[in-house]
Nanobody
Framework: QVQLVESGGGLVQAGGSLRLSCAASRSILGLRAMGWYRQAPGNQRDMVAVIDSGGRTNYADSVKGRFTISSDTAKNTVYLQMSSLKPEDTAVYYC?????????????WGQGTQVTVSS
């Protein structure tokens, strides 16, 4: 089992920045991708940014140009640098890890960290 521990959420004014971190409890054999998803009250959980094992990234259109995902393989950690934050970025942000296994792909989730952007 893999535990994901997130940190870095908080309250920030519109236009401000935050950096989220997510550390996996151990090295991951068969790592496919790590990423960030978010869920606002009453909404579904949506992809924000993903980085795969080859370093390729994918972003939601709503955050392109403002958010940057990166990873430190040696530390089993993924980061999300968020800039030019908007009130609509307010949500609980969840870290995700995908692992290839014998029977398919396994998904692991962090506990979530609250990001609140005030106008």
């Amino acid at each position: 089992q893999v535990q994901l521990v997130e940190s870095g959420g908080g309250l920030v004014q519109a236009g401000g920045s935050l950096r989220l971190s997510c550390a996996a409890s151990r090295s991951i054999l068969g790592l496919r991708a790590m990423g960030w998803y978010r869920q606002a009250p009453g909404n579904q959980r949506d992809m924000v940014a993903v980085i795969d094992s080859g370093g390729r990234t994918n972003y939601a259109d709503s955050v392109k140009g403002r958010f940057t995902i990166s990873s430190d393989t040696a530390k089993n950690t993924v980061y999300l640098q968020m800039s030019s934050l908007k009130p609509e970025d307010t949500a609980v942000y969840y870290c995700n890890l995908q692992q290839r296994g014998v029977v398919g792909i396994s998904d692991y989730w962090g506990q979530g960290t609250q990001v609140t952007v005030s106008s």
